[in-house]
């Protein structure tokens, strides 16, 4: 776990300038971000800026990569939220020890799925599901942000209905100096963006908006304001709940960890290859764990792969964690000497940064990608974001995770089985209901299965094995099973290739086996199904034993000058 490279790998006195300058474009950036995502998720806005400290040092020194920002994000803020009203309306517990309780719990998830090196189970969520489940979160923050914009007082806790109901109800009470904050952050974010994108535009509009605020006395005119921060560094504590509360903060802790680890790998591989350094995806997971404990220990709430600060460090130059460092020392100042610079924040303002930034997180190229490619991706992407709108974000991964195994299974179900020929052109699958009617040699058809023998293949595997004999043109007298592409063998799969033999001996039809790999082989003799088949080096080798040699070529040769698909 702990991997061989050295805390900040790739820092030297060439970049260190660079580097000590991004963690100061980092500050900028997070900062702003931060308070907004803590009333997201609920939480005061030292919460928020209690995460970029402790937590973010303790990541930066553990993790393997080199430029993942770990750090609270839109989507992390929506699920504590989601998954913390609830418990805390039902009186489980107070709702921001939940929140420290949630981070280290979902931290030492992380740690586990370090050591049973678990990371691979992230990949169940796919790109569809990621999208839809992230967008349905999306889509709730925004109802909450446009109300802050306008001015208009919602509640918070309220499911996305219940939100955009009151949000539509209290149009009546829009405040116009908010709109008109609101608006002119949008067009400075937006316009600023393409002007100079190294700029950092939300803090640039924050202190704008602050000092109008300050110097016009806005707050007075009904803008709403951040109100006043307690000063002072980020202290250990640890949560003090009931037992049955923490069980009831596993379903959303785990949903935290599964998110963040399949879109925190993700990130991590995409830089590592394309910067071209090593990534150890267990060390990753291993740091995301010690920086959720350390949040929960220290204050703040979970913290996740931070994918636009990545980018952003990414095209700042940085290609060390240094930068993490940097904001986090600045951060402390901030929390220690100037929390009265942040009193006079206007909440429009900060709904304008927090909007901006969680559009992309929207989908909606994502969305428009799928309709083009794979209409049943899109409808589990659709799946995904409905639930996770309407239902809740906890009820978002249990779909997402249902949809994947749906999908698994979907695709696990059809693999290839394809009839080989000695010359000739591929044909369709024997899974397409019409079928070929080849065989390979005179009495001869050679079959290859791509794909592992399972539960979830094994009947229609045997269907298009049955249906190769039947439908041949001419009589068979010999089955050759091509076993180069099957991986593996179930019970179930074991139990269909008996069945099959059966079938075969009924009809007179010899069985043989060509090309498997020992692995399988020995699965195969485990089962007790290789008693009295032939097994052959080569198709070849084989279709010769059946009497239907094929032209003389080297065996080595086969793949490349062989059977081919009919």
């Known amino acids: 776990m702990a991997g061989t490279e050295r805390p900040l790998a790739g820092l030297t006195r060439r970049n260190l300038a660079r580097e000590l300058g991004a963690g100061v474009t980092l500050l900028a950036i997070a900062v702003p971000l931060n308070i907004g995502y803590a009333q997201i998720a609920g939480l005061p806005p030292t919460a928020g800026l209690y995460a970029l400290v402790v937590p973010a040092i303790v990541y930066a020194l553990a993790v393997s990569s080199r430029q993942v920002v770990a750090s609270p994000d839109a989507a992390a803020a929506a699920l504590v939220a989601s998954s913390l009203v609830g418990l805390a309306a039902a009186g489980a517990g107070d709702y921001a020890t939940m929140a420290l309780a949630q981070a280290i719990l979902s931290g030492v998830m992380f740690v586990l799925a370090s050591v049973f090196k678990l990371g691979f189970l992230a990949s169940f969520l796919s790109k569809p599901i990621l999208v839809g489940f992230v967008a349905g979160l999306a889509l709730d923050i925004l109802v909450s942000q446009v109300a802050k914009m306008l001015g208009v007082s919602i509640d918070s806790g309220e499911e996305f209905v219940g939100k955009l109901a009151g949000l539509v109800a209290n149009l009546t009470e829009i405040d116009a100096w908010s709109v008109a904050i609101a608006a002119g952050a949008v067009a400075i974010l937006l316009g600023g963006r393409r002007v100079a994108r190294a700029v950092p535009w939300a803090l640039v509009v924050l202190v704008l908006a602050t000092a109008l605020v300050v110097l016009a006395s806005l707050d007075d005119a009904g803008v709403d304001v951040l109100g006043e921060v307690p000063a002072g560094p980020p202290t250990l504590t640890w949560p003090v709940l009931e037992w049955t509360t923490w069980l009831l903060l596993v379903p959303s802790a785990l949903a935290l960890t599964m998110v963040t680890t399949a879109e925190g790998l993700l990130v991590a591989r995409s830089y590592a290859e394309r910067r071209g350094y090593p990534d150890r995806p267990n060390r990753d997971l291993f740091a995301f764990g010690l920086g959720n404990i350390a949040a929960g220990v220290s204050g703040g709430f979970a913290v996740g792969a931070s994918t636009s600060r990545t980018a952003a460090m990414d095209q700042a130059g940085s290609r060390t964690q240094l930068p993490a460092l940097v904001a986090a020392a600045g951060t402390l100042l901030l929390l220690v000497f100037g929390t009265a610079l942040l ?98 040699a005179p009495g001869v058809v050679v079959v290859r299965l791509a794909a592992p023998l399972f539960f979830a293949n094994a009947t229609s595997f045997g269907d298009a094995v049955k249906r190769a004999v039947t439908g041949a043109s001419e009589p068979v007298h010999h089955l050759v099973l091509d076993g180069e592409a099957v991986t593996d063998l179930d019970v179930t799969g074991a139990e269909a290739f008996e069945s099959l033999r059966s079938w075969l001996r009924e009809h007179e039809v010899t069985l043989s086996m060509s090309r498997m790999r020992p692995t399988v082989r020995r699965r195969f003799e485990r089962f007790g199904l290789l008693d009295g088949v032939a097994i052959h080096p080569t198709n070849r080798a084989a279709l010769a034993a059946a009497g239907g040699a094929a032209p003389a070529a080297p065996d080595d040769e086969e793949d490349a000058r062989g059977l081919r698909h009919r």
């Not at 929207?362 to 992407?381: K, N, P, Q, S």
């Not at 979907?410 to 000739?424: C, E, I, K, W």
Request: with cysteine; charged share 15%.
């Open 343 to 440: 009193a006079d924040i206007p909440s429009p303002a900060i709904g304008a940064v927090v909007a901006v930034a969680i559009i992309p997180l929207l989908g909606i190229r994502e969305f428009a990608t799928l309709w083009r490619l794979d209409r049943f991706e899109l409808a589990v992407a659709a799946a995904c974001f409905l639930t996770t709108l309407f239902v809740g974000a906890i009820a978002g991964i249990v779909v997402s995770f249902v949809l994947a195994l749906v999908n698994l299974a979907r695709r696990a179900a059809r693999p290839a089985v394809d009839v080989l020929a000695s010359d000739g052109e591929p044909t369709a699958s024997l899974l397409d209901p019409a079928p070929a009617g080849d065989v390979t």
